[in-house]
């Protein structure tokens, strides 16, 4: 059901970027209707989420996430602002809260947990792994920063780069800019679920 959800959020979010965007420009890595309809930062009602990707996240975890566990590692902050904050009752439930990652060309990276990717690197960096994950639980209008985990799945169809990832499907190769992903999750608000999605910047 909440995969489902979130397909639907998705199918919206992209509906309002083709809505939104007056041009495509002739760099497919300039800003795309995509990017333009997707703000890495987004106040939905009092849910407020940014996002960003970072090329140099080796330098955060102490090694590069996707080239040693296939990984993409995006850095989310979720918090509350605006009237009201005071009263809510906003969760991230850890079992309802089924973050996933849509690439450019519709793909949808599944999350994985800390622990996941725990196990796929040395014990060593584990520690400082757990730590820089999103944390779940009650809301507050302190806006901390965390990391979700996306994995790379199948082995061998993505290619990360700076400001791209190629996405290989059977003999067909597309380069999409990260800027035009969209992180979406959900929200128990007031006892209620509440789809969040918001752009990947940098």
Request: net charge negative.
């Amino acid at each position: 059901m909440p995969r489902t959800i979130l397909a639907v959020a998705f199918a919206l979010c992209t509906s309002c970027a083709a809505v939104n965007a007056p041009f495509r420009s002739a760099d497919p890595l300039a800003a795309t209707p995509a990017t333009q309809g997707f703000p890495s930062q987004k106040l939905d009602g009092l849910i407020f989420a940014a996002a960003r990707w970072d090329a140099q996240h080796d330098e955060v975890f102490g090694l590069d996430l996707v080239r040693a566990a296939d990984v993409l590692p995006i850095a989310v902050t979720a918090c509350l602002r605006g009237d009201g904050q005071d009263r809510a009752r906003a969760w991230l439930n850890p079992e309802r809260m089924a973050p996933e990652l849509f690439l450019a060309d519709g793909t949808a990276l599944a999350a994985l947990t800390a622990d996941e990717v725990t196990a796929r690197v040395p014990e060593r960096y584990g520690a400082r792994l757990k730590k820089l994950a999103l944390g779940t639980g009650l809301m507050t209008a302190h806006a901390d920063e965390g990391w979700l985990f996306f994995e790379l799945a199948p082995r061998g169809a993505f290619d990360v780069g700076e400001r791209t990832i190629a996405h290989t499907s059977g003999e067909r190769t597309s380069e999409l800019d990260l800027r035009a992903s969209l992180v979406a999750f959900q929200v128990t608000l007031d006892g209620r679920e509440q789809s969040v999605c918001v752009g990947v910047g940098r």
